[in-house]
């Protein structure tokens, strides 16, 4: 055994959806760092995903730049078969693309509550889905989807029923497909953040919030979206290669109390 080895990364393609911003950025940048070549897919169409690409040249893998809405499965379909084309065969994943608002329950309407659970939820399907069908020809591949601690635990607060639920069935559907492809060679897991620093809750308008959330973290602090990486890079490399349909909590205690 050679135990540093373990957290190599090293002739891997991997797919990041959710990569222009965030937490999605930062895993796909620390991906290429142990590694790995990156199909970098965000829907947006500012500069994010240019930048994650510049990161990702600057540690000297490659990249490619795919804009492509994870609620379309057939441009989630079409961004494996790119990917495969232009990098090689897809060996990882991380489904990190997601949206989050706030309203109470009996005033959302019933849109709100649709295209929050379109993006969350059934985009990780769809991007499971198609990620899984590649890599069960080589019989062989790992997934981490981003839940989120919202999906064990109710935020204090935060009147979004539709997020929690959103984030609490990804865990649950993760599970159930580690066990779907369990003799298969493919691994599938969840990290399950608490607060993080990330343009979801930096926006200006939300100090007061951002505050708050600082208090309620035992750890007394919010995130970073470097404090992501690691957890990432654990679960999809051969360091966790008896790991699946597990929940990583990455929330500075917020759970336990
Ligand atoms: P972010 O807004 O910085 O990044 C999300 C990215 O996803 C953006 O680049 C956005 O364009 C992309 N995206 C959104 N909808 C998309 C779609 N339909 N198709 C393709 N791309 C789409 O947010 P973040 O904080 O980095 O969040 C990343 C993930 O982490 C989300 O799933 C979020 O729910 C989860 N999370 C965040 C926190 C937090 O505190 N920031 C905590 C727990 C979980």
Redesign the pocket.
Known sequence: LNAPKLFDLSGQVAIV?????????RIAIGLAQCGADIAL????TDD?LADTAREIQVAGRRSIKIE????SKSSLSDAVTRTEAELGALTLAVN?????NANPAEEMNEDQYQTLMD??LK?VFLSCQAEARAMLKNRRGSIVN?????GVIVNRGLSQAHYNAS?AGVIHMSKSMAMEWVDRGIRVNTI?????A????TRPEMVHQTKLFEEQTPMQR?AT?DEMVGPAVFLLSNAASFVTGVDLLVDGGFCCW
Do not use: E, F, H, W
């Open positions: 959806t959710g990569a222009g911003s965030g937490i999605g950025q897919l965000d829907r947006r994010g492509a809405d994870v609620t990190a693309a997601g949206i989050a993006v969350n985009g981003i839940a989120s601690m919202s984030k399950s953040p608490g607060y993080t990330t343009p979801m809750n919010m979206v």
